[in-house]
C-alpha cells in the first residue's frame, strides 16, 4: 500500500517547477500551500480542490501546446505520467 501525497509538499514541488515570470500564479499556489500547513486532515480535500482550481486554468489553456515546465508541473501534481493532449478541458 503507498502512503497518501501531502499536499504541502506536492505544492512545494510544483512551486519550483514553475517560473520566477509566473509571479501570480507561485503567489496563488504558495496561499493554497501555507493554508493547507494548518489545514484539519478532515479538510484536507477542499485544499486539494483549490490547488486543482489554481492550475486547472493554467495547464489546461496550454492544452495539447503544453510541454516544458507546465507538463512538468502536471505530472507532479497527477503522481503519474501525463502527456500534453490530456490537458486539454473536454
Known amino acids: 500500500m503507498t502512503s497518501p501525497r501531502v499536499l504541502a509538499d506536492v505544492l512545494e514541488e510544483v512551486i519550483e517547477?514553475?517560473?520566477?515570470?509566473?509571479e501570480q500564479?507561485?503567489?496563488?499556489?504558495?496561499?493554497?500551500?501555507?493554508?493547507?500547513l494548518y489545514?484539519?486532515?478532515?479538510?484536507?480535500?477542499?485544499?486539494?480542490?483549490a490547488g486543482h482550481s489554481v492550475l486547472f486554468d493554467v495547464l489546461s489553456a496550454a492544452g495539447k501546446g503544453a510541454n516544458g515546465w507546465c507538463l512538468q508541473v502536471a505530472n507532479v501534481w497527477s503522481g503519474?505520467?501525463?502527456?500534453?493532449a490530456?490537458?486539454?478541458a473536454s
Request: proline share 8%; hydrophobic share 40%; charged share 35%.
Open 17 to 22: 517547477l514553475v517560473p520566477e515570470e509566473q
Open 25 to 36: 500564479l507561485r503567489k496563488r499556489l504558495t496561499s493554497v500551500r501555507e493554508s493547507a
Open 39 to 49: 489545514t484539519a486532515p478532515e479538510d484536507m480535500a477542499q485544499r486539494w480542490r
Open 80 to 84: 503519474r505520467p501525463v502527456d500534453a
Open 86 to 88: 490530456s490537458l486539454v
